[in-house]
């Protein structure tokens, strides 16, 4: 819990505006009583950004919504809560393992995160569409470890 907070707020994605500033306070706040989902749902709250819970296991990757905004700068928290290592790969359904590219040239590719281990992703998108997470390590991503979702207007 403490090791997650830290992350969040050493995080780029959090350090944007002063609204990030309480979001950080929030997260401090619910560090002693809540449990993971509980930080990331106060993760949520910050203005002009939008944050997506990515939960990896054998063989899946869950989120926490459907839809994703058009527009808006999209942060995923991406936790492996799997019992191995898993990465994770922001790219058009079907791909495999062809990260789309940040403005600044960095791709949206998360390591290979040992269990416990969490990452972000974050990424703007300019396209509507259907686009797919997907786990690139060996044999993973045809066991099923991809999961598409819809960005929306
Ligand atoms: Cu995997």
New binding site residues.
């Given amino acids: 819990m403490r090791e997650l907070t830290r992350r969040f707020r050493s995080g780029k994605p959090l350090r944007k505006s002063p609204a990030a500033a309480l979001l950080v306070l929030g997260l401090v706040l619910t560090a002693c009583g809540g449990d993971r989902s509980q930080a990331v749902e106060t993760a949520q709250a910050g203005e002009g950004e939008f944050s997506v819970v990515v939960r990896?296991n054998?063989?899946s990757v869950e989120m926490d919504r459907e839809d994703v905004p058009l527009g808006v700068p999209v942060t995923f928290f991406i936790i492996n809560d799997?019992a191995?290592?898993?990465?994770?790969v922001l790219e058009l359904p079907g791909a495999e393992n062809e990260p789309l590219m940040n403005a600044d040239g960095s791709e949206t590719r998360a390591p290979a995160l040992h269990p416990g281990q969490e990452a972000t992703i974050s990424y703007t998108f300019t396209l509507e569409g259907t686009y797919q997470l997907g786990?690139?390590?060996p044999g993973?991503?045809k066991?099923g470890?991809a999961r598409q979702f819809r960005v929306r207007r």
């Fill in positions: 990896l054998e063989f799997g191995t290592d898993h990465d994770l786990c690139h390590l993973h991503y066991a470890m």
